[in-house]
């Protein structure tokens, strides 16, 4: 097994363990996203050994640096202790759901082995900033400029439904 | 590569699973966004494998699109619990369920 | 057989003016919702009828001045249904038996127009009521003229359809009561029995003539294409093997015999009769017009323009002769124990109607013809008399509260002397005399038609029974004790001369009029009868060879005739004028026989047990509550929306639970079936 593999398997297996710690995680929300920023920089982690170093910067930067941070703000504007809720009225549907997604997960991985080929020898440069950043402003650049409006109207929305009032 | 594409997929596939079973088995808002995140870092971590895989760059910058998407979906959703809370004091979603026959 | 007709187009505007007046009431009192003056409303209605009146008499002299052999005057208008090689047209045509009706309609139409305007001024109940009225007068009168007019079957029942409507409509005129309303129905839906018998016959008629290859509804086409089916027969059906002549019967005879249901049902004879006593709810003038002198002739005009086919079906022939005559006697036996004014003279007119169809079923249908103008005549003229009698007597009818009337309404006594007379068929001063002359003699030779001297002797009893009710009327409430309070004494008082003088006209109708067509037995003039010989084209029609007998035999036949009716009015000036306490001590004596007159054979009764109840039973019970609610309703209309509800309600809603984590699995479960069916 080369160092790349075993990186990769021990990085699999804090992003599996930060994931079951934030949906387990019954009476600490804080700690719960904080189980996310473990599982978000484990799976940077991959994507570089993946070859994706741009994407791999990119999700430690926005995602654990950024996204579960404001999670963090909300929790913590919020107050919130753990979960204290009254009678669970969905029991049913949530076991079946839940039924689902594991034989789901089940078929999917029964499915898996053989599927896929030898993989192709990435081109010069690949995942890096500058391969992924000529792509983006050639051919995606459409792609590019609609995401920007996405977040004008995301911002504009958080600050509507934020306000205490609208004048 | 350093691990066939099938583990890769797999891992994939299995935080994908728990981050849909958290969606779904967690009363708490907050905690069902954070599942949802977990979800959506499962497809890209699926989008990159691919990309992997055959060589072409397009996976990543889906990805990118990805990550742009889910920030602007948190910063709404989150928008909206604190306007959830302030009008109802909870963060439960079992109670917010007004629209109902 | 004629040749061809003249065009004459002012005979679309005989029964074109009375519905062009009609339609002008009813569209204003619908859209305006208030009336016209009463002086426009008259200008208007009588206007309108008088002016057809006028035509029809420039028509019948310009049918006149045609060869007799030519005399048809047409006009057509339009197909009104074509298909195929079959067209009923929308046409009139005008011989001398349509030229003769058409002159009854519109002239004594004319005259009872006139007396309405007095009589129904009184109508305060609602102000639209004047209008109203005439509006309906209006119509029947076009209704009405169409019917005589018509030119084939499908346009003629037009017409009768017509006057059936307005007869219910005028019945139940004062509709608030909910009595006249039921009156109203009761002679509706008695006809519509008719109408099926009408119809049936016209859809055989018409198909036998079809399968003969003339399909036609035109009267003068069928009259010629008729010899091809005249000889045709028909199979009865196992379960009819007892009646005579079975199993084959001629189709004329079918044919016939519906016919004759539907003009029973018109001119109310047994067995459909029972709607004319209760049609005496409308008002008056109705009952003169509609119920006297012209909507229940429709049946008698019906007989003699299919002349010619019951003259090849000597069974029902010999029917219509026979329920004619039955029906006669039948109805004035019920009259002469009846008190209410009106109903003696609507049982009058069904046994007077009895002598047209005994004449008509013997072949006679000049003399039948004749029976109805006199009848007309003298009928309105008694039911307008009647008519101001009542409104001096602030409506009252019942005649056990009348008598000594003499003293306060003379003129009114004397006009309705001339009608009484005109009925009883007094020799040589009324005009029933004549008329009925005619038919007896008919009856008395139509020796094709088994039991005819019994028919005969029939006429002549219920002539003196006529007479004598007619008397017993004109006595009880003229003559004899005033059994009227002081009070409405006091107040009885002629009618105006709007009221008196068409009474004034029909009364020298009813003692004049027979001279339009006396036999030459007592009028020894040559053509004498120019009245039969004025229609003896349109009945020209092989038929039997008219027996003649001597002017003596006609003589002494008349003159015992005429005793009868002498019996009848002495009888009747002894019971009800010389000694008044016997009629009460009569009934007393024979109870039984009082009892089953006075409540008219109970046929009404056995009617409502027999038939409308238990229809009536039916139709709530099976057809409204099983069929409408039960099946159509519950199952059809209500059954699916309940059960949409049930499943609705009882599950679908709960996918709609507000809760998003439900929302969720779903979505999950759905994305993995599809992601499956992808990947598989």
Redesign the interface.
Known sequence: MSAAAVFFYAFAALAVAGGLGMVLNVRNTVAGAMSLVLTMVALGGVYVLLEAYLVGVLQILVYAGAIVVLFLFVVMLLNLRGEAFGPERQGFAKVLGVAVVAVLLAEFVWLLPGAFGAPATPPEGFGGYRAVGLALFTDWLLAFEVTSLLLLAAMVGAVVLAKRSIE | ???????????S????????????????L??????I??ML?AV??AL??F?????D??G??F???V??????????G??????L??NRE?????D?????? | MVSEPHAYDVLRWIPALPLAAALVHGVWLVLVRRAFSRGLVVALSCGSVIAAFALSCLAFVELIQLPESERVLSDALFTWIGSGNFSAEAAFRLDPLSAVMTLVVTGVGSLIHVYSIGYMDEDHREDRGFQRFFCYLNLFTFAMLILVLADNLALLFLGWEGVGLCSYLLIGFWYSDRFYAYCGSKAFIVNRIGDFGFLIGAFLLFWSLADAGRPTVAFHEIREAFPAIADATVRLPDWLAFLPGAPDWKLATVIGLCFLLGAAGKSAQIPLYVWLPDAMAGPTPVSALIHAATMVTAGVYLVCRMGFLFDAAPGAAATVAWVGGVTALFAATIAIVQTDIKKVLAYSTVSQLGYMFLAAGCGAYSAATFHVVTHAFFKALLFLGAGAVILAMHHEQDMTRYGGLRRYIPRVHWVLLAGVVGISAIPYVSAGFFSKDEVLLSAFLADHIPGNRWLHAIGVVTGGLTAFYMFRLFFLTFYGAERASRDALAHAHEPGAVVMAPLYVLAALSVLGGYLGPSEAFVPVDDANSFGNFLAPVFAHGGHAAHHVSHATERWMAAGATGVVAVGILLALWLYVGRPELPARIAASAQGAYRALWNKYWVDEAYDALLVRPLVALSDAVLYRGIDAGLIDGAGVNGPARAVRALAAGGLKHLQSGLAQGYLVIMLVGSALVVGWLVG
């Open positions: 590569m350093a691990v066939p594409l099938e583990h890769v997929i797999a891992l596939g299995l935080l994908f699973a728990i981050g849909a079973a958290g969606a779904l088995a967690r009363r708490n907050i905690v069902i966004l954070m599942s995140e977990l870092n890209n971590l990159v494998g990309s992997r895989q055959w060589g760059v397009a990543q910058i990805v990118l699109m990550i742009v998407v889910a920030a602007a979906e948190v910063t709404v989150l928008g909206i619990v604190i306007a809370f302030r909870t963060v439960d979603v079992e917010a369920s007004l629209l109902r026959w």
